[in-house]
Antibody
Framework: QVQLQESGPRQVRPSETLSLTCTVS????????WTWIRQPPGKGLEWIGY???????NYNPSLKSRVSMSVDLSRNEFSLSLSSVTAADTAVYYC??????WGQGTLVTVSS | DIQMTQSPSSLSASVGDRVTITCRAS??????FSWYQQRPGKAPKRLIY???ILQSGVPSRFSGSGSGTEFTLTISSLQPEDFATYYC?????????FGQGTKVEVK
């Protein structure tokens, strides 16, 4: 059974880069597309973007200038980078297989 | 961006009640649409995709309908584990967008 697990720093300083990795277990990362979604505390969901196993990406225009995704087929994982973060980027970040199976999420706080 | 408007934003109901949640899209999205359930402190879980197809393992008391701009999630007989927040999602056009959520609370 496929499972996804987010990992990375739980606190990031303002103006720095948030970096998260999603490790996929129980199945191959090939063939599908892989998504990042976030949810500020107490608020709704925001789609950040997706990446295919080929490396093709599509990002939310609201974040496009700051976001980058990559995939590592050999490690069966994919990653998110969000640059120049502010307090508004504080959120639970989720990774997902397409939009059907989600990781448990990780809270990232932007604070000095 | 396509705006997804859920109604109501919250509702109070009792175990056994029939519950209906609506999501309206600001433009037609065919059936490129899903419903999610989120329990407190947990990740969202997809219930319905393609507007009306039940995700594997989801109880049959959940059903979805609609196409174009109006969609409905129905819970035929509310169970204790169904008290949660429900979100709709459109993936017809970029950026993909969620509704603001509907919180189902105990009456």
């Amino acid at each position: 059974q496929v499972q996804l697990q987010e990992s990375g720093p739980r606190q990031v300083r303002p103006s720095e880069t948030l970096s998260l990795t999603c490790t996929v277990s129980g199945g191959s990362i090939s063939t599908y597309f892989w998504t990042w979604i976030r949810q500020p505390p107490g608020k709704g969901l925001e789609w950040i973007g997706y990446i295919f196993d080929s490396g093709r990406t599509n990002y939310n225009p609201s974040l496009k200038s700051r976001v980058s995704m990559s995939v590592d087929l050999s490690r069966n994982e994919f990653s998110l980078s969000l640059s120049s973060v502010t307090a508004a980027d504080t959120a639970v970040y989720y990774c997902a297989k397409e939009m059907g199976l989600w990781g448990q999420g990780t809270l990232v706080t932007v604070s000095s | 961006d396509i705006q997804m408007t859920q109604s109501p934003s919250s509702l109070s109901a009792s175990v056994g009640d029939r519950v209906t949640i609506t999501c309206r899209a600001s433009q037609g999205i065919r059936k490129d649409f899903s419903w999610y359930q989120q329990r407190p402190g947990k990740a969202p879980k997809r219930l319905i995709y393609a507007a009306s197809i039940l995700q594997s393992g989801v109880p049959s008391r959940f059903s979805g309908s609609g196409s174009g701009t109006e969609f409905t999630l129905t819970i035929s007989s509310l169970q204790p584990e169904d008290f949660a927040t429900y979100y709709c999602l459109q993936h017809n056009d970029f950026p993909w967008t969620f509704g603001q959520g509907t919180k189902v609370e105990v009456k």
